[in-house]
């Protein structure tokens, strides 16, 4: 009898404890199929993060998705995954769009992980790498097309890639396309590709133009948010400084004497990147560049330098500001404050990932204290002010903007060989 009921106890345990861990996150709660399990085990991913355990189940019944996450909460696995899925099971193609060259790189890498296991084949079409490459590399057929909107229009203008099997089409950072002008390629691609499709679309904003080409091209797509827009990355100490433009650079100085660990400095322009870079050298600290004017081979040297520890610094523009998958980055500077509040939300994002503790500093120039004022608006918060260092050299009071205009005009319109008194 007692026998018996140890045994009823020992059941009953058993039951609550598998139902305790059927309510724990887990990518073996979500509907993918054993083999793919297998692969996520070995690679130690266990647990989904929020974006991940919302959107997987969805992905992979077919649906329509309109997924807003801030950048690094896990957007390429939401939707990477459900892809794999569907193409083991039933075929077809699958074609991911993306803002950047760097994050189509990242998007291949990590989508390679689990894809190869499976014998799929991918095909990269990026801007800054050889067409005949790409043209090769589409000949075999690829089962998923990783590219930015531009390279993926010449491609289709010049006949030499085939989108009429896309199954699954998926818009990446789509906020960000549109930022970039790229409305009108993606919407000559979304008429290219079948109309019977699956189409999920991830943003970590949504502007009235994507709003309008989910009503157009998407079929009811379901809604899933993981954070409200202009949400900052838990664990990032947030401040800023005060500074003319003359003490800049100084400064900069300063805090990477004073900040250890990796530091990603963000430039309005790729010129600024270029001469912040230069000056970050003169200090003797390591430091690279990415912007538009490197080669892709350049971007891609600079980024692995920096996920390596060959350069400490990496200044960029905001090409990068979602393209930068590295862990570990211990302090965000804003050296050029961002032209839109959103993309301060971005840049400061590739700090404190992860979970862990980061640091982002921004400098505002007196006369931008309209852009401050966005961005406090954006994140509901207001932003630290930081005393600046003593021994700055004194403040440059600069002309008001019109005057600068002015004196730009009549000094364009001076003749050729005259001397400026």
């Not at 005949?132 to 000949?139: F, G």
Request: glycine share 8%; charged share 30%; net charge positive.
């Amino acid at each position: 009898m007692n026998k018996q009921k140890d045994t009823a106890f020992g059941s009953e345990a058993i039951s609550q404890a598998r139902r305790e861990n059927s309510n724990k996150p887990s990518f073996h709660n979500l509907g993918l199929d054993d083999p793919i399990l297998k692969v996520l085990d070995q690679l130690k991913f266990h647990i989904p993060t929020p974006i991940q355990a919302q959107a997987i189940p969805d992905g992979l019944k077919g649906e329509d998705i309109i997924g807003v996450a801030q950048t690094g909460t896990g957007k390429t696995l939401a939707f990477s995954l459900p892809i794999i899925q569907r193409l083991i099971r039933h075929g077809g193609g699958g074609l991911i769009l993306l803002p950047t060259r760097e994050l189509a790189l990242q998007v291949e890498e990590t989508l390679q992980k689990i894809a190869r296991s499976f014998g799929l084949r991918t095909a990269l079409i990026i801007g800054g790498a050889p067409m005949r490459r790409q043209i090769q590399d589409l000949r075999k057929n690829p089962h998923v097309i990783i590219g930015t909107p531009g390279r993926i229009i010449n491609h289709i203008e010049e006949r030499t890639i085939r989108l009429n099997d896309v199954s699954v089409l998926v818009l990446d950072e789509a906020d960000r396309m549109l930022d970039m002008g790229f409305e009108p390629q993606i919407r000559k691609i979304l008429n290219v590709v079948p109309k019977d499709r699956q189409t999920m679309l991830f943003s970590a904003t949504m502007p009235n133009e994507i709003v309008k080409i989910a009503t157009q091209y998407m079929k009811r797509p379901t809604h899933v948010e993981v954070a409200r827009q202009g949400t900052t990355a838990e664990g990032v100490d947030q401040e800023i400084y005060i500074v003319a433009r003359n003490q800049k650079r100084h400064l900069l100085e300063k805090l990477l004497k004073q900040y250890e660990g990796t530091v990603l400095v963000f430039s309005r322009t790729k010129y600024g990147a270029k001469k912040i870079c230069r000056d970050v050298r003169k200090t003797h600290l390591t430091a690279a560049e990415i912007h538009s004017n490197r080669s892709l081979n350049q971007r891609r040297e600079a980024l692995e330098g920096f996920k390596k520890g060959k350069y400490r610094v990496l200044v960029a523009t905001d090409i990068a500001a979602r393209g930068i998958d590295v862990q570990g980055i211990a302090l965000v500077i804003n050296y050029d404050v961002p032209e839109y509040a959103e993309d301060y939300v971005h840049r400061i994002g590739r700090t404190g990932r992860a979970g862990k503790v980061g640091r982002a500093i921004t400098f505002i120039m007196p006369s931008q204290s309209d852009k401050l004022k966005k961005i406090e608006r954006l994140i509901e918060t207001r932003l630290t002010k930081a005393n600046l260092p003593a021994d700055l050299p004194e403040p440059e009071h600069e002309a008001p903007k019109a005057q600068r205009v002015r004196m730009g005009s009549r000094t364009s319109f001076r003749r050729k060989g005259s001397r400026r008194r």
